[in-house]
């Protein structure tokens, strides 16, 4: 009888129906997170048509989910690490499913958005647990491709998104009035877009917590059962029949006993990532993760409104967006939404799909530096003919292509940074680095806002140029 590593024993387990219902928990979660945060752009030109609101308030109303992200991200990680993974991701389910379910009822624009941007900050205790969850369930040789592939929620998430807002978009735009409250069909796409938030808070009700978290705070016993109750779901017998009686991180913490105040912890989670060993690559993943969002979330959250703009003469894209601009602020808006566009924003979803796809194939015969420079490789060159493409067909799959390049590597560089990074710090640090990386979509999407219409050509080519410093990063990248 002995005691074994907890990775040697995933390797045993493998993936079992315990896994995959996490894996299902997870991918909900993911696709909830989507929906409440980057979901709101699909239905954007509707609701600044309702609320008449200009560039720079779609710009609030787009940056609030993100805000209330990087806001709650920090804290969340620490509490990650204090009183696990599924805890937090249950609370934090639980009231951004309440706080969204109540914003659909505001009706003034400046409620809606605080009631977005608190969605945001409920939200982001699940945005930076659920990869790390399922990570620590994961075998390390499969774990890179299991986070690739729970992460295709993104992708069905850009499908679904536009699809729902598509089978609603014969009904009336009014569907009823009630005490002159206005309830119109995009206030019932984001009811829909709730869903899959309730059933991943239904899967994790029936989840244990991290076996790797409950080692870093001395719960061996704890941590042991749970592992033991894999492998019997698996195997169908315990661990001992294998002669092991218990289970050990070599990650774990020797400072367990720590009962410094609150601010302390969190600055004595945090500190590490910013000394060595740990700082040189915690910051070029973090840089690279940056420069996805940047790129990849900020256009995908401008799509709508982009297309919307676009007319079919055969003109560059910001030859179009100029065009059909009044001023630097406020654009001239039709009214409603084309029907059209979200078949081109479906495009886009399924592009994300292909992509992700790709990654996963990839990463059976390549490394993961070579796949985020042969993708930002080729991001950069679609970006770059966006200056000279004219025609509307090729316009749309280049735009489709440069974003969703760079959003398909998101996954893959996170589950880089984690493997990086001890388990007792883990949550902080994927946190930690989610939290810059959302810092820089709002940065993105103000330029969006102010810039894209009367600096198009610069705006559109400093995203280019983020690419092309992405690809170089990614050959800085650890190669084992």
Not at 64 to 78: E, N, P, Q, T
Not at 316 to 343: E, F, G, W
Request: hydrophobic residues 50%; contains cysteine; aromatic residues 12%.
């Amino acid at each position: 009888m002995a005691v074994a590593q907890i990775d040697e024993v995933l390797d045993l387990i493998g993936f079992g129906w315990i896994q995959v219902l996490m894996f299902l928990g997870c991918t909900f979660a993911s696709i909830f997170i989507v929906n409440e945060i980057i979901g709101i752009n699909v239905v954007s030109v509707d609701i600044a048509c309702e609320f008449s609101l200009s560039s720079l308030e779609l710009s609030i109303l787009s940056s609030a989910g993100f805000a209330g992200l990087i806001l709650g991200s920090h804290y969340s990680g620490f509490k990650t690490d204090q009183i696990g993974r599924r805890k937090v991701m249950m609370y934090s389910l639980c009231m951004a499913v309440s706080s969204s379910m109540t914003s659909i009822f505001m009706p003034t624009f400046y409620l809606f958005a605080l009631l977005r941007f608190l969605t945001g900050l409920f939200v982001s205790g699940a945005s930076c647990n659920n990869i790390t969850y399922m990570s620590e369930y994961t075998k390390a040789k499969y774990r890179a491709s299991i986070i690739n592939f729970m992460c295709y929620a993104f992708a069905a998430s850009a499908i679904y998104l536009p699809l729902v807002a598509y089978m609603l978009a014969p009904m009336n735009r009014v569907m009823f009035t009630m005490y002159k409250f206005k309830w119109q069909t995009w206030r019932l796409s984001l009811l829909i877009n709730m869903t899959p938030g309730i059933l991943a808070i239904i899967f994790f009700a029936t989840l244990p917590e991290s076996a790797k978290f409950l080692l870093s705070i001395g719960e061996d016993e704890r941590a042991y059962q749970t592992i033991n109750r894999l492998y019997k779901s698996k195997r169908k017998q315990d661990l001992t029949s294998v002669g092991i009686t218990g289970v050990t991180d070599p990650d774990t913490p020797s400072n367990l006993g720590d009962n410094r105040n609150c601010c302390v912890k969190i600055w004595r989670g945090t500190a590490p990532l910013f000394r060595q060993p740990l700082v040189g690559n915690f910051l070029i993943c973090t840089t690279i993760l940056c420069g996805f969002l940047f790129v990849g979330s900020a256009i995908s959250m401008w799509f709508m409104e982009l297309r919307q703009l676009m007319g079919n003469r055969r003109m560059t894209i910001c030859d179009m967006l100029q065009s059909n601009a009044t001023n630097t602020v406020k654009a001239q808006r039709i009214c409603p939404s084309k029907t059209s566009n979200y078949i081109d924003s479906v495009v886009l979803g399924s592009t994300f799909l292909g992509c992700s796809i790709a990654v996963s194939v990839f990463l059976l015969c390549m490394r993961h530096f070579q796949i985020l420079f042969m993708f930002t490789t080729l991001a950069t060159i679609c970006g770059l003919s966006l200056n000279m493409l004219v025609d509307n067909v090729p316009i749309l799959v280049a735009t489709a292509l440069f974003t969703t390049l760079c959003t398909s590597c998101i996954p893959l560089i996170s589950s880089v940074l984690l493997d990086l990074m001890p388990t007792h710090i883990r949550g902080m640090a994927i946190s930690m680095a989610f939290l810059f990386a959302r810092l820089s979509v709002i940065v993105a999407n103000i330029l969006m806002g102010f810039c894209m219409v009367p600096y198009c050509l610069l705006t559109f080519n400093l995203f280019v140029l983020i690419t092309l410093v992405v690809a170089i990063l990614s050959c800085t990248l650890p190669k084992s």
